[in-house]
């Protein structure tokens, strides 16, 4: 699996949009983009993926440089609830795949 | 969506006891399961893919005869931790993917006295 880099923690005022960003240059053509959240003492949750095209559901939209080498996770409206570790993942998505995290960006969203 | 169940979410044992955590996919069939471990403030860390029929395949540096693996069925994975010590406790968390994403169990924390 390509490695990814995140900030360790960004702040966000509640009801603004958060954009994490994640860099992954390593990334190969057939790998993709998967975006995690956990919050605290919970299993990760899964939020969005994408593999080249720019992706959006009812979560969290998914924006793919056109080079493939970094993407950015966009939460619209943030909420007190989206506090949580959000991790970038490159994977080739079959199901003998392991997944391995990185150590993902602390995201604290502020009254 | 899928599912996966995790049992149990917390379990408090004695020094030299084994602990089994089961892994579940309720809605689907994953002959592939993962298990990790977090320790507080850091990252999942990877420690054995688990292979229905077969045996798991552990990452470098955790003992197989000290965290054994069963996955006798395509919904059902087991971890025992056997003789637990202190430096055993953490958080346990399982996955299995569905499709196209992995889904993850809501963890079982362990705590050994």
């Known amino acids: 699996d390509a490695k990814t880099t995140q900030p360790p923690s960004m702040d966000c005022a509640e009801g603004r949009a958060a954009n994490l960003p994640c860099n992954h240059s390593t990334i190969s053509g057939n790998e993709y983009v998967y975006w995690y959240r956990q919050i605290h003492s919970q299993g990760p949750q899964y939020i969005i993926h994408?593999?080249?095209n720019n992706e959006t559901n009812e979560m969290a939209s998914l924006i793919i440089t056109e080079d493939r080498k970094s993407s950015t996770l966009i939460l619209p409206h943030a909420t007190l609830r989206d506090t949580a570790v959000y991790y970038c993942?490159?994977?080739?998505?079959?199901?003998?795949?392991?997944?391995?995290f990185g150590t993902g960006t602390k995201l604290q969203v502020i009254p | 969506g899928a599912v996966v169940s995790q049992h149990p979410s917390w379990v408090i044992c004695k020094s030299g006891t084994s602990v089994k955590i089961e892994c579940r996919s309720l809605?689907?069939?994953?002959?592939?399961m993962f298990w990790y471990r977090q320790f507080p403030k850091q990252s999942l860390m990877l420690m054995a893919t688990?292979?229905?029929?077969?045996?798991?395949?552990?990452e470098q540096g955790v003992e197989k005869d000290k965290f054994l693996i069963n996955h006798a069925s395509l919904t059902l994975s087991t971890l025992t931790v056997t003789s637990a010590h202190p430096e055993d406790s953490s958080f346990y968390i399982c996955s299995a993917r569905d499709q196209d994403s992995y889904h993850f169990g809501n963890g079982t924390r362990l705590t050994v006295t």
């Open positions: 993942i490159v994977n080739l998505g079959g199901g003998y795949q392991k997944v391995t």
């Open positions: 994408g593999l080249k």
């Open positions: 688990s292979n229905e029929g077969s045996k798991a395949t552990y």
């Open positions: 809605d689907f069939q994953a002959t592939t």
